[in-house]
């Protein structure tokens, strides 16, 4: 007999406080310096920061995140304040989903530009916040420092949620 299984779609949510480990570790392997989950639930619980998280889905009820995003909006701006997903899982347009749903979420809360910070030699990132809209409006010399390396540029993003 042949058993033919189609993996599930991963599925938009929004985090919950039982993610943080999981959110923690996904930053972990996604930055220099990542952040505790103590780090990552102190924003969470914040009433501007929005949080979605892309879960795994699969017959078998397994529904751990593999990716997120986290902007906060002040009055009718909003930053960016992390964006990773799980490198296993990279190059599937997961994070190109987890950007659109927040944009969704933004845009319905009536916020007019959303602005990120990212490395400018980080070309993945680059690509895609393009590809979103995203314009160069300034740029912070030296701003990341990776120890052993050379601190690199940051380049400051904006994009008008029209
Ligand atoms: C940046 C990051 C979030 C992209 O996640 P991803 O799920 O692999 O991205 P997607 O598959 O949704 O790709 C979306 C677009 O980004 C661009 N992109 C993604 N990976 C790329 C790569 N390795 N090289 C060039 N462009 C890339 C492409 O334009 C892609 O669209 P396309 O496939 O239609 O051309 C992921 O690489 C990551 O977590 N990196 C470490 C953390 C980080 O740098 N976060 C951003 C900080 S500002």
């Given at each position: ?12 949510d929004s985090a919950k406080?039982?993610d943080?480990?999981?959110l ?20 969470l ?6 949080t979605v998280v ?11 995140p593999?990716?997120f ?94």
């Open positions: 007999m042949i058993f033919w299984y189609e993996p599930h779609p991963a599925m938009l406080l039982s943080v480990d999981d923690a570790e996904i930053h972990a392997a996604s930055f220099h310096r990542g952040w505790s989950p103590a780090e990552i639930e102190a924003l619980v914040q009433d501007r920061v929005i892309l879960r795994r889905s699969s017959p078998f009820g397994t529904r751990s593999i990716g995003v986290m902007v906060r909006a002040t009055a009718d701006e909003a930053e960016v304040l992390t964006l990773a997903v799980n490198p296993r899982h990279r190059g599937k347009g997961h994070a190109r989903r987890l950007m659109d749903e927040a944009i969704r979420r933004l845009y319905h809360d009536r916020v007019k530009a959303l602005f990120l910070e990212v490395d400018e030699g980080n070309v993945p990132a680059l690509t895609l916040y393009g590809r979103l809209g995203f314009l160069q409006v300034g740029r912070r010399g030296q701003y990341y420092a990776a120890p052993g390396a050379k601190a690199s540029a940051a380049l400051v993003m904006r994009a008008d949620l029209t």
